[in-house]
DNA sequence: CTGAAAGCGCTTACAG
DNA sequence: CTGAAAGCGCTTACAG
């Protein structure tokens, strides 16, 4: 157990200006050995020694403000992600914690939830602060957000969002999307089941759904199905506006087929809608985007899933903004999904009993 | 679109030297202005108009490591999380980052993956930069952190995890364990089922994990059932470790009964288990802490769970935090958790108690 | 009512 | 091989 802690005392922390003192001498040189720079400049191994030594002992940490401050150049890198209520954006924000601090920067997480304006104040405030580069996660307005930029030494890389000129990672969103459009139908022919596949979750001007809807469109159309835009249900990312959105459409749509789900957000909407109405529920199949990697192994409901790779979306965001200058005109990194099969055609039982 | 970026032109930010110059006054007309403090120095209404219309014109946004430098106070708050992988995180976090925000602070994030040695690190930095608080979660290691901080003037809120005479708000995670296995020995008997109920996932320093466990064995010896320490199985937090833990133990044990899931993690190591043995995986009564609110209605399994309320966790927190200096010996505040019913037992989520 | 000046901890030419 | 000194953008006594 540790001791009461004690009240006022407060040693200040360890500053170059310290060790200098300590060990007799001069701010420069303990600054060019603190930061490793010792042999460039002909520093004696018996002086550097001294200092690390002391540096150590007080276990010096230089005040990121100070050398931020002098240097110019901020060490600041920035994420602006819609939230981090989610395992995509958890991850995401996870890994590039980790990838900024080993590589000496100051991680900077700003959470926009899905508005636009709060967007802006993000990007402002990262731009204020000088920041070396923003990883723009997911936005709402990436037009608008790309000309805030205009004229500032801030990179920028985004993810999940395309941007004309820009450096891009993202899930081929139009390509898993029709990919998870096919398995849908693919399930209901086998199953013998019609009805309309509906698109539901996602706001008119996210871009992201805007790609996915084209990948879905195009599944319909290449299996000669209709699609009119009465078949995308909009509704904002919260397990409330989801079942709202979903009892809304299946008591006015009565025997549907098929659902795409735009998050598992949405996924839990109509879980939650599943209380009221059991059969219809159980009856559809699904697709969903950013599925809980053993969410469709869990259920009894005929459930498809496609799992972005998050940590690798970081990770080569991370690379391309750090391997220097981007090329004009910006680069486009498309990252590989994973497709997660519904359980009936993995190893497990078929029982599919309703527990009513 | 935008156009494409223009290269190198690089206007500096606003400044207050930039905004003194432009109208006339000084750096400390301005500086008094822009903080709000005209009234105290009876600045005029138009010398402040002025160079608050200027500001905004320019868009100043103070330079954070020039004020924190100067002010001496940093302006930061750090929140050190085991990780963001899972909602409970996620949420915390987010709800961190609002919060410190609109407090106008600098909200730092440190994911420390469960490693003792990340946890000094994170707090080694934050102490550091002199940040003005530190909500520490979950912590592997609790009681060397708090050694940390001594001598410091951070001040430190323990987010489900207890430390003699720290401020500390968590679940009640004794009480909640202790009403989830009690649901679970009451589903098993309602099925007329028995075996052991074991307890699953979790390392043996992890402090909550603890907790946990000592209610678990109270709700066991309570119901007149034995408890040994073989009945706990321990995991790191990880789907891969989880699944090979829960697969050793139930090839060693043929006929299990229940299982206390320490994690929504621990969770999905057993679902993908699923796949290898599908009878025994559904024959058995799980008690899931940190579940997903709605999981339990998505599978045919018979699970229950408890739902932490993160948000308010985080909320009191970070009130007991802004309400000034904590009282001599710290304060310790449970943030009501919600059970989780099976949908067998019920037709949705109730509040309170377990079933009866 | 407003301004001149010091200084937070650091880095970096420049001098020797 | 090492040091004296300027300055990053801000805040805050202090002076008038």
Redesign the interface.
Known sequence: ??????K????K?ASIRGIAQLTGFSNTTVSLVLNGRSSDFNITKETRDLILAKAKEL????????R??RSGH?NILGLMVP?????F???L??TF??LA?ASGK??????TRYDPAEEAAAI??F????AECVFVANPMAA?EI??L?????TRQVYIDAT????TTVSTDNFAAARELTRAIIESMAMDGRSGEICFFGGMPDHQVTGQRIRGFRAALEEAGLAFSEEQVIWSHFS?EACYESVRTYLQAHPAPGGMFVNSIIAM?GI??Y??EDYETCHSMHYGVFDI????S?????KIFGVDQDSQKIMETAFDLYSTGEPP??GISVHVPHRMVLAKKT????V?G?A?S
Do not use: C, W
């Open positions: 157990m540790p001791k009461r802690k004690a006022r005392p407060g040693p922390p276990n010096y940490q230089p005040n990121i403000h100070a931020n401050l901020s939230t981090l209520h989610n395992r954006f958890g991850e924000a996870e914690e980790a601090r100051l991680a900077l997480i700003h959470v402002r405030f731009l204020s602060q000088n037009d790309a000309t930029f205009e004229g500032s030494h941007v004309e000129g820009q397990i839990e879980t939650r599943l209380l809980l990697p053993y969410l192994l869990l259920t009894d409901l004009e005109g993995a190893a497990r039982p029982d009993k527990a």
